[in-house]
């Protein structure tokens, strides 16, 4: 059985939301609803991607909760619809979530879903997480589908407090985008990273996480390189007579 939302068949919860959510999940069927309906509406989601919500969507955001210690302060970069943000901060009520997005359309439809569901643990902030940095202080920062590596690194690490942890959801590139990036992370001041596979038993919604984590230094911003002193420009230097 499935429901029709907004001409899109949104699927009943699988036997495997049942098991990841336990007593969250009429939360999360009801905001998995928002998602089919106001969140095609307004183009957070596309059609299609209603009959695969809960597999490619939810599950795979909702996995991730296991590399999340209790009672921490998450900083959820480029929420878009709330994914993964909405998804841990309604599976995880102990964590307290602050949904970080640029787009009014996005952070309006974020507030509804947060006064609609009754969620008492999440803020929405609008705006860029470069206008953030150093003002936060979050132990752990989560991102998905928002920009490759090399950006999420430079957005996500100046937002967390010293000994903090970054996850960014990826694809199979997950491996590559990172050996990308990692001779700079502990100029950064990261001491670890890795790539984690997380929801093998959830099959097609497993997921891959690339962590970083800070060291009790906390974020080290690059180094600016200096212009070379006493070079004149090909066009000031004067040539002999």
Not at 160 to 166: D, F, N, T
Not at 207 to 223: C, E, M, N, S, W
Request: glycine share 10%; proline share 7%; aromatic share 4%.
């Amino acid at each position: 059985m499935s429901q029709d939302l907004s001409g899109c068949t949104l699927p009943l919860p699988p036997a495997e939301a049942s098991t990841l959510f336990g007593a969250s999940l009429p939360t999360m069927t009801r905001y998995a609803e928002l998602l089919a309906g106001p969140g095609v509406e307004r183009g957070l989601i596309g059609p299609r991607e209603v009959e695969r919500l809960w597999e490619r969507h939810l599950l795979n955001c909702g996995a991730v909760a296991e590399l999340i210690a209790p009672d921490l302060d998450v900083v959820d970069v480029g929420s878009g619809g709330g994914l993964p943000g909405l998804v841990l901060a309604i599976a995880r009520p102990d964590l307290r979530m602050t949904l970080l997005e640029p787009l009014l359309r996005r952070t309006v439809f974020l507030s509804e879903c947060v006064e609609t569901l009754g969620l008492r643990n999440v803020e929405v902030r609008r705006g860029r997480a470069e206008e953030w940095a150093g003002r936060i202080g979050a132990d752990l920062v989560t991102a998905r589908a928002v920009a490759p590596l090399e950006k999420l690194v430079g957005w996500c690490l100046p937002l967390l407090a010293p000994k903090g942890r970054m996850l960014a959801l990826k694809g199979e590139a997950a491996a590559t985008e990172l050996e990308r990036v990692a001779p700079s992370l502990k100029a950064l001041g990261a001491v670890e990273w890795g790539v984690v596979s997380v929801g093998a038993e959830l099959g097609e919604a497993a997921t891959r996480v690339v962590r970083i984590d800070l060291g009790a230094q906390g974020f080290r911003p690059a180094k600016a390189a200096r212009p070379a002193k006493n070079v004149r420009s090909a066009r000031t230097r004067r040539t002999p007579n």
